[in-house]
């Protein structure tokens, strides 16, 4: 008994949620579940360049400050989510020339970073997410494409600069196990240490499947990024299944949970894990996956999954 932010705080951990601002407007459940369950949050999508700046310098942080709010009100800390990504950019920051492109980034990096400087609640940062593709080169993004791998850095620095007591991450997805885009996210971070680049953290999104099988040497793979010096964290977790759901592969996917924390557990310097929501009514999963879903603890009425039991008798007992 007693929520997941109780047992992980008692190991020593957070346990996050991605949070969907309407329901946490709008759904009584939805916001119990998210306060009393969950001590940390990431906005799902509002704290995106195409949400905060759609257009050159024309800010709304009405999404951001409603997550911030919540969270401060429910002794919940704030993971900032993400500054440059090449999805959910707008066009007008795609189709600059590098100069242009270097200083939009750097003015949406300081005034968004910058407006939560103070705040207390929002203690970290995605600051480059997914660049690498899949065979462990920089991916073909117009970050790349425009400015070169020095985007990555330069990110980082204008970070630093606008909050200096801030946490700062590199996010990727399909670099859990090792392979070879987690180890050329292993010798970017290296390298850009060795520059003395502020890269704090790494995060693991951990989008898993239960058809593609559990990357059964994620605990290794933190385990080397710690020696690194860095923290870890898993940031985006979520287990999808081929639909529908059977008793069957919702114990599968209760493993896939348990597996994850109890890697945290082993750890030291894994600082947590976030899920990527927690009902199964608002997920990105079905969107991208037609035939796939069901991936989180709450099924789509609120009734807790064999997946919540699972994660939370790790975090009690793991
Ligand atoms: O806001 C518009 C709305 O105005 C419009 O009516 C509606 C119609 O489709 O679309 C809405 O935008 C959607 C947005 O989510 C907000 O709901 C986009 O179409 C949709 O593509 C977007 O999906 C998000 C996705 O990132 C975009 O890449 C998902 O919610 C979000 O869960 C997902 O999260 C990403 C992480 O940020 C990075 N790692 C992978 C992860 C899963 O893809």
């Known amino acids: 008994s007693g929520p997941l932010r109780t047992h992980a705080a008692a190991r020593g951990k957070f346990i996050g949620f991605a949070a969907a601002t309407s329901p946490l407007a709008n759904e009584a459940a939805y916001r119990t579940i998210a306060q009393t369950e969950f001590s940390q949050i990431t906005a799902e999508n509002v704290m ?24 401060a009100a429910n002794n919940q800390q704030v993971h900032g989510h993400t500054l440059v990504w090449h999805s959910q950019t707008p066009g007008w920051v795609q189709g600059l020339g590098a100069t242009a492109m270097r200083s939009a980034m750097q003015d949406h990096i300081s005034t968004l970073v910058g407006r939560y400087a103070n705040n ?40 630093r600069a606008a909050d200096p007591d801030a946490r700062l991450c590199i996010n990727d997805y399909n670099v859990e196990g090792i392979n070879a885009k987690s180890t050329a996210m292993y010798n970017l971070v290296q390298s850009l240490r060795a520059q ?31 020696a690194l010096g860095v923290q870890v964290r898993v940031t985006e977790l979520d287990v999808r299944i081929q639909m529908p759901r059977t008793s069957a592969k919702d114990a599968t996917q209760a493993t896939y949970y348990s597996n994850v924390i109890n890697a945290c557990l082993a750890v030291t310097a894994c600082a947590g894990v976030t899920i990527w929501g927690f009902t199964d009514k608002y997920s990105w999963v079905p969107d991208t996956f037609p035939s796939e879903g069901a991936a989180l603890l709450y099924d789509a009425s609120y009734q ?15």
């Open 48 to 71: 995106k360049w195409d949400t905060t700046e759609s257009s050159d310098n024309n800010w709304n942080f009405s999404g951001a400050d409603q997550i911030v709010a919540f969270a």
């Open 120 to 159: 207390a609640s929002v203690v970290s940062w995605d600051v480059v997410n997914e660049v690498f593709d899949e065979n462990g080169g920089f991916r073909s993004s117009f970050w790349y494409n425009t400015l070169g791998q020095s985007f990555i850095a330069d990110a980082f620095r204008y970070a």
């Open 196 to 226: 003395n680049v502020p890269v704090d953290c790494v995060g693991f999104q951990g989008h898993l499947a239960t058809q593609y099988g559990f990357p059964s040497d994620l605990q290794q793979n933190m385990q080397r990024f710690a």
């Open 304 to 318: 807790q999954k064999p997946a919540y039991t699972a994660v939370h008798n790790a975090l009690d007992n793991g």
